[in-house]
Antibody, heavy 121, light 111 residues
Framework: EVQLVESGGRLIQPGGSLRLSCAVS????????MNWVRQAPGRGLEWVSV???????YYADSVKGRFTISRDNSKNTLFLQLKSLRDEDTAIYYC???????????????WGQGTMVTVSS | QSVLAQPASMSESPGQSITISCTGT?????????VSWYQQSLGKAPKLVIY???NRPSGISSRFSGSKSGNTASLTISGLRSEDEGDYYC???????????FGGGTKLTVL
């Protein structure tokens, strides 16, 4: 069964750092394009980052230079490193699998349950 | 952040059909066939119902259909059921943002 399970979210002070994990089962993380998408409380969805199967990574302007997406092939896990956190980064962070690779990465057909990050002093 | 324009809320009776619009620009919907639609029930993760404008993932009812004309995409749900209630989000690739952008979401109520 294809499944994504996120973890690592918690309450953290502004300026702090955090690493989110997404444990992947049912497929190899290295073979698929993987995304992080977030949703602030009561708000809509916001794409955060994508990691291509080939290793290239791209970010939303709002997180560029502060967040880093990566993966551990041996653990079949996707990560999102968050640094210099701001109040506006407070959100549920979802790990997602893209429908396909190349020009089919824009849609996500598998989503995790999400992990909550709260940035507050 | 670029946002696609969706109506904030819509309502319709069970058994009827409804069409949710999603308006973008020539930098996103108008240029790429990368429109997706997601259904999100309260407290749950989003669920993909349409991708690449008019494709249904495996397991999604044929009551859901998608289309595009110019800079506007549409999601039509026919034979509405109570379980169709929730928030619906459209998305598209944008070369202006060099990113996937989402609509603000439409809250669908099945009366």
């Amino acid at each position: 069964e294809v499944q994504l399970v996120e973890s690592g979210g918690r309450l953290i002070q502004p300026g702090g750092s955090l690493r989110l994990s997404c444990a992947v089962s049912g497929f190899s993380v290295i073979t698929k394009y993987m995304n992080w998408v977030r949703q602030a409380p009561g708000r809509g969805l916001e794409w955060v980052s994508v990691l291509y199967s080939g290793g290239s990574a791209y970010y939303a302007d709002s997180v560029k230079g502060r967040f880093t997406i990566s993966r551990d092939n041996s653990k079949n896990t996707l990560f999102l490193q968050l640094k210099s956190l701001r109040d506006e980064d407070t959100a549920i962070y979802y790990c997602t699998k893209a429908v396909g690779n190349a020009n089919k990465w824009f849609a996500s057909d598998v989503w995790g349950q999400g992990t909550m990050v709260t940035v507050s002093s | 952040q670029s946002v696609l324009a969706q109506p904030a809320s819509m309502s319709e009776s069970p058994g009827q059909s409804i069409t949710i619009s999603c308006t973008g620009t020539t930098s996103d919907i108008g240029r790429y066939n990368s429109v997706s639609w997601y259904q999100q029930s309260l407290g749950k993760a989003p669920k993909l119902v349409i991708y690449e404008v008019d494709n249904r993932p495996s397991g999604i009812s044929s009551r859901f259909s998608g289309s595009k004309s110019g800079n506007t995409a549409s999601l039509t749900i026919s034979g509405l059921r109570s379980e169709d209630e929730g928030d619906y989000y459209c998305s598209s690739y944008s070369d202006r943002a060099t990113a996937v952008i989402f609509g603000g979401g439409t809250k669908l109520t099945v009366l």
